[in-house]
């Protein structure tokens, strides 16, 4: 397939809309065939007729458009069809048919050579807008060269080594013309003249402004360079809008509204249509002869080099002298014989070799500057790798390490741990002491109060009521008024309270107490953990997701495809592809009806093409159906106002993509 479905609303939409057309000749063209036979029956080569019309039948349906991605075939195929019809048109030829049935083959040869047309024409436009696109680009890098100072020193830099090669071949050229002038008879009159001229030319006002400006700075000339570059750049990109728009509006002027298939009467009584398929492969056939490449250098033929201002001259001023010729279908099958297999492929090798000589430098032009450092200082960097080999070999297994590491501690084992959480797994609980522990020391507590109590009530108060029970469950709510009115007593005789031992004991007693509060209260905070826990185990997870994500996606944006990470960068793409629109159409010059010329409307072509593929990248679903509706009523519109408006409904319909 030649071109991709991005192109379909500029040249695929235009060969559809042909092909339809053809398709409505075809069904009568059919019908009339039908008739013939039916007539004719009893004609001696019937047969022969009918196996030769299957097999244009065939090469109809194979040049026929069944989709909108595959409106153009390749190259290749359809030569290969065209040859196989000009083998059958020259066998039919050989039969000596009756006038009516001769009448009928006639009419289908014209509508196979007509496909065969329409396909070619859709390869030369796709070829014609490739190579257009790839001229704006390198007409956009030498723009941006010169427009800067220091990439123009820069690309000074680049070219030195050429240019310092171009003058030793030049030094070298010389000095053997001066050999060769060494060996040669004394100059009689005749000679002295010509040296005479030649001196004087050599002394001519442009050869002494180039003098002056290869002595004034390397960076006068390389500028020289870049804007003869782009002069001649641009003089190929407005040939080929010129003729993209010129084969657009002269080939097949087939539009809706005609009605050159509408009557079975007028196709067979008037042979306009056979005329125009005639000069629509002629035209085809101009255009291509009418680029010179001599040694690689582009020239336009002294009688087309108007082509960019007004190529509808071409088409009228050829119409006579095809118009009064015999066309025959035949020799437009040669015409397209010698189109598609001299003409295109000599014009893209060419223009190719052209385009590439004054596009923008090649790499190792381009590169030889740091591709000498790193070759002078290979050796070096060569030894210190070595002679660190063992740092660097550790340094990468500590980076892997590190990873390998950071993934199963940050990323594997929170989320194993929110997996236990929710599961309520014991083992992924959060607490901040032993299960046992506050039981433990209350129960001490407890006894530790109880005898205390004990053994000071035995001893002096023995008509105090001992209930045990009661003391424990006072000392579970962590009244202990007994032990405190002892050690309130026992701190006014210290010494004695010592000997005896009570005080310290109550100490001890205060001090389990104050241990017991203490992980009460590390209790309400274990508890008000747990009941957190779900949301502690996502924070914990967080960390080393958003880190993983991050990486990631610098990866992806280092080696991937970076489609999506540079919304703002296509947003502004867009923006100056439809930018360029607008300035060409504002820098049109219009016809007197009020039309773009063949220039103007191809340049606009070719934006539309630029504007669509950055389209493509943005735009999806419905707003990309109604952005090529739009694109398409733009390109195929007549008039420049209406143009303008069309323009102006894409923006804002679409502003949400254009605007800032």
């Not at 065939?33 to 007729?49: R, S």
């Not at 196709?267 to 125009?276: K, V």
């Not at 033929?301 to 201002?309: G, L, M, Q, V, Y």
Request: net charge neutral; proline share 3%.
């Amino acid at each position: 397939m030649l071109c991709s479905s991005i192109t379909m609303s500029v040249i695929n939409n235009n060969i559809r809309r042909i092909d339809v057309q053809f398709d409505k000749a075809k069904q009568q063209i059919d019908e009339l065939h039908v008739t013939t036979i039916g007539l004719h029956k009893q004609a001696g080569n019937l047969e022969a007729v009918i196996k030769h019309m299957s097999l244009l039948e065939d090469a109809v349906s194979s040049l026929s458009v069944n989709s909108k991605s595959r409106a153009i075939l390749h190259p290749e195929q359809i030569g290969g069809i065209v040859t196989n019809i000009h083998h059958t048109l020259s066998e039919l030829h050989e039969l000596m048919l009756d006038e009516p049935i001769e009448h009928a083959v006639q009419e289908f040869m014209w509508l196979v050579v007509a496909k065969a047309a329409v396909q070619t024409l859709g390869v030369i436009l796709q070829s014609f807008l490739d190579r257009a696109l790839a001229l704006n680009d390198e007409i956009s890098y030498w723009d941006s060269v010169l427009v800067s100072p220091w990439y123009t020193i820069l690309y000074t830099i680049q070219i030195f080594p050429y240019r310092i090669w171009h003058k030793l071949m030049d030094t070298r050229s010389c000095e053997d013309d001066n050999s060769a002038d060494a060996g040669q008879p004394a100059p009689g009159s005749h000679n002295r003249a010509t040296k005479f001229n030649t001196r004087q030319n050599y002394f001519c006002p442009g050869r002494s402004q180039a003098l002056r400006t290869n002595i004034l700075s390397p960076f006068i000339t390389a500028k020289f360079g870049i804007k003869k570059r782009l002069g001649l750049l641009r003089q190929i990109r407005n040939f080929h809008a010129s003729s993209i728009g010129l084969l657009i509006e002269e080939c097949f002027p087939i539009h809706t509204g005609d009605n050159l298939f509408d009557s079975p009467e007028s196709l067979f009584i008037d042979e306009h249509w056979h005329t125009t398929v005639f000069k629509s492969v002629d035209l085809m056939g101009t255009l291509l002869q009418s680029v010179r490449f001599d040694s690689g250098v582009f020239e336009l033929r002294e009688d087309t080099s108007w082509i960019s201002d007004n190529g509808s001259r071409l088409s009228r001023e050829r119409s006579t002298d095809i118009s009064s010729s015999k066309a025959s279908p035949g020799l437009v099958a040669e015409n397209l014989h010698d189109i598609l297999f001299r003409l295109l492929p000599a014009y893209k090798t060419n223009s190719l070799k052209v385009v590439s000589r004054l596009g923008r430098p090649s790499c190792l032009v381009r590169y030889w500057l740091p591709i000498s450092t790193v070759a002078l200082s290979a050796s070096t960097l060569l030894r210190i790798l070595t002679n660190h080999r063992h740092e660097l070999v550790r340094w990468a297994t500590n980076f892997g390490t590190t990873a390998v590491e950071f993934w199963c501690n940050w990323v594997i084992d929170p989320i194993h741990r929110l997996i236990g959480t929710i599961k309520h797994d014991e083992t992924s609980e959060i607490a901040l002491m032993s299960r046992n522990s506050l039981e433990a020391d209350r129960a001490s507590l407890e006894r530790m109060v109880i005898d205390f109590i004990l053994d000071r009530g035995h001893s002096k108060h023995s008509g105090l009521s001992l209930n045990i029970d009661s003391i424990a469950e006072k000392v579970r709510e962590g009244d202990l008024t007994p032990v405190l009115r002892a050690y309130e007593k026992d701190l006014r005789s210290p010494f004695a309270g010592t000997v005896r031992g009570d005080l310290v004991r109550a100490l001890l007693i205060q001090i389990q107490k104050t241990k017991v509060d203490v992980e009460i209260a590390i209790g309400g905070i274990d508890a008000l953990l747990k009941s957190q826990e779900l949301v502690f185990g996502f924070v914990g997870l967080t960390p080393g997701i958003l880190v993983s994500y991050m990486s990631l996606q610098w990866l992806y944006g280092l080696f991937g495809n970076r489609k999506g990470l540079q919304v703002g960068r296509k947003k502004y793409e867009l923006r100056h592809a439809l930018r360029n629109i607008h300035r060409t159409l504002t820098l049109s010059a219009s016809t007197a009806t009020g039309l773009l010329t063949s220039r103007d409307h191809g340049l606009l072509i070719c934006d539309a093409e630029v504007l669509l593929r950055k389209a493509d990248l943005i735009l999806r679903g419905a707003d990309r159906r109604t952005f090529q509706e739009d694109l398409n009523d733009l390109v195929n519109q007549r008039g420049i106002d209406r143009q303008f408006d069309i323009i102006d409904r894409m923006s804002w319909t679409h502003s949400e993509y254009i605007r800032r």
